[in-house]
């Protein structure tokens, strides 16, 4: 039965009394609400004895990497590491189409990047006299902890999970998870609580594995820049038309089939952008976003006259289930 300033004040000192005077943490943060509220109670309680590690994955969104970082490092003052790492996930995921696959390279190839830079910051601070890193700060929330101990949900089961918490046991680091206590919107209470803006509180969910699994087929920078760039008009749009928040989630995916279109007086032959959006409380069940015609109008004739390679928009009028609530 506590308030939310209160918890602030609580965690604070549960962290301190964990890490000790001199003791050093590392944790993965991905610019997400989780991992950035987990990262800022931690940089409240121990300064720059937290290490931030951000992993550039290559399948980000448009402009995502360096906005992170201006709100984690300008805006929070984290101590952060910015792993570009944009390349070999690229050439890890070439000339591979099955989605699970897909999932399980960009998984390990993510604890590898962190397992080096994790060991990089050990390193540096053995080498400054400093004390070795033990810890690992996890922004794992209530219903995270739930689903890993009582039962599996239909979507950890159908798909191997990946995101900015799920490293290895092998890391022998103790774990600390600030938030393992709250539900999301109790997460967005406390994010608001420590100054965040709107912006980053209100943020859907973004899968760790990210465009990746929003391009069917095939990852490559060509695809990934098309999807890139036709998921960020469509969310433009969606928050100028006031609709942000009453979605839960929504991106638009890349389907690389090729369909005959026509531009100014040329044929054309090019691919597809499918929209999703999805209201849903838990995401384990979800509806298909009933947008006003006139929305969907803009967003399809901005993305087919903005976006290079694509003639063709459609809507995915699926529920979950039998559909999920990403493509792969
Ligand atoms: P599905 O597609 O299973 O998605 O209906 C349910 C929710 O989970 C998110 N999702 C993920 N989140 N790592 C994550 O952190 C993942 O590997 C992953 N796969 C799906 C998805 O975006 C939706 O919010």
Redesign the pocket.
Known sequence: NWTMSEFIGKEIDRIRAIVGEKGQVIGAVSGGVDSSVAAKLMHMAIGDRFHGILVDNGVMRHNECAQAKKMLVDKMGINLKIADASERFLANLAGKTDPEQK?KIIGNTFIDVFEEEAKAIDDACAASGGHPVEFLLQGTLYPDVIESISFKGP?AT??T???VGGLKENMKLKLIEPLRELFKDEVRELGKLLGMDDELVWRH?F???GIAIRILGEVTKEQVAIARKADYIYIEEIKKAGLYRQIA?AYAALLPVKAVGVKGDKRTYEQMICLRAVETSD?MTADWFPFPYDVLKRISSRICNEVEGVNRVVYDVSS?PPA???LE
């Open positions: 999932r979507s159908i798909k999970h990946h995101n969910p899968p760790g594995p989630q995401f979950k999920t609530i990403e």
